[in-house]
């Protein structure tokens, strides 16, 4: 334009002049996916290629890390067609990374007829007028930063609005997506194990029922995030407070607790093993093995098959706690645990520490002839395992099957009696009593 004064300037002045200075102008079909380059100045010269497809532009544009090029996964890019729907005029910041260089750009979009056709308007911003912006956005980040997405659900309607995905961008995204279709596609993304929970507790009928105005639900989930990763993830509903008693609508948020989750599930593997594990030996426990044997017992009353169980009792050890001092001792039982886990560990048992020098074998799917064997095999391994300077040790073993018409009690009677005969049998032996 040729004058400073407005009066003068035209509409035909005025698109002669935004023709010359918009970075990029773009027309773009989204039922075809195509969209034609205008004009492509400065960083959109080198980022745009003068024509093709239009899910690829909205992609490269803003389905993308924020600050980053990096693309989510092809798991999320379902979302990608629903981006690039537009009602009305629309407009938003958005974050280019090119060539390691992150790029301020204004982008609004002008629908020009009902059938997905748009003109896209891109100019890039001098970022040294959002100095102040970027650095309070960065602040609220840091608050904010567990919350990955967010959006407004109305079920009477069946529509979702306002949709936040952090990751993505700290605007609200443009997303033209019924809820019952957003169910559908997100439901992919959530853990195998949770996936039932999950449509669930996002079914409206359940939500209509379960969540009073002013109320929130909240259940934790394996969720994949962009990056194609599981992490634990807390899903909140809150129904929001509308002077309509009719209205359902609600906010939606996925927070990313994984951190907390993982500090928390941590702790209750170790409160999980100082409860069930021999503190000595890393093995289960006299209370844990009483469980494993009354849970076989009751697996064979159901389901009918067979099972074995043995008690390994290490011969002579009082003599080398005398000999070579309990430190020794506790070496030994130590390593005499390992022994047994590892011969167990290609087989369906468990082993555990009863008490003292004694350990119990439960052995699934195996008759008497099997457990014969199997200890048989158990004792001449621990007869030739070295135990440092205390040598070799030997153990007596007692074996006996259980049958439906057992409990804990009459399958251990069986078992210490045949432990018994062992060692008056001169030990380092094994002895059987079935019934």
Known sequence: MNTDNINDITLEDVTSYAMKNADAIIVADGRADTYRALARRGLFAKLLDADGSYLDLIE???YHFNNSSDTVIEDYRVFIPTAGKF???????????????????QMTVYPVVSQ?????????????????ETLTTKKVSTIQNTYLFSMYVDLIKDTTNSISITELSDDVQNQQLKYSEWRKMIVNMIGPDDQAIFLERTDP??????????????????????????????LIFRRAETSNPDD????????????????????LKTYEDLALKDPLTGIYNHRQLETE???????????????????????????????YGHAAGDKALIHFAEVITDFISSRKAV???????EFIVVLDNADSEEAISTANALRQRI??????????????????????????TTAFERMDKAVYEAKSAGRNCIKTVFR
């Open 87 to 105: 009602v009305g005029k629309y407009s938003r910041r958005i974050n280019i990374s090119f060539e390691g260089v992150t790029h301020v750009v």
């Open 60 to 62: 490269k544009l803003w």
């Open 351 to 357: 082993a555990g520490r009863w008490g003292g020098e």
């Open 383 to 408: 007869e030739e395992e070295p135990f440092g300077k205390i040598g070799h040790i030997t153990c007596s073993i007692g074996v006996t099957v259980i049958t439906a018409d057992d409990n804990v």
């Open 293 to 323: 044997m009354d849970n076989t017992i009751e697996d064979i009353r159901v389901n009918g098959g067979s099972a074995a169980m043995m008690i390994l009792d290490i011969d002579y050890f009082k003599r080398v706690n005398d000999v």
């Open 116 to 132: 997905e056709v748009y003109i896209l308007l891109l100019d890039e911003l001098d970022g040294s007028q959002y100095i102040d």
């Open 248 to 267: 359902f609508r609600f906010v939606f948020m996925v927070q990313d607790i994984h951190e907390s989750a993982e500090e928390l599930m941590t702790a």
């Open 205 to 234: 009928e359940y939500l209509k029922k379960n969540l009073a105005v002013g109320r929130t639900s909240s259940y934790d989930c394996l969720m994949m995030n962009l990056e194609g990763r599981y992490i634990w993830v807390k």
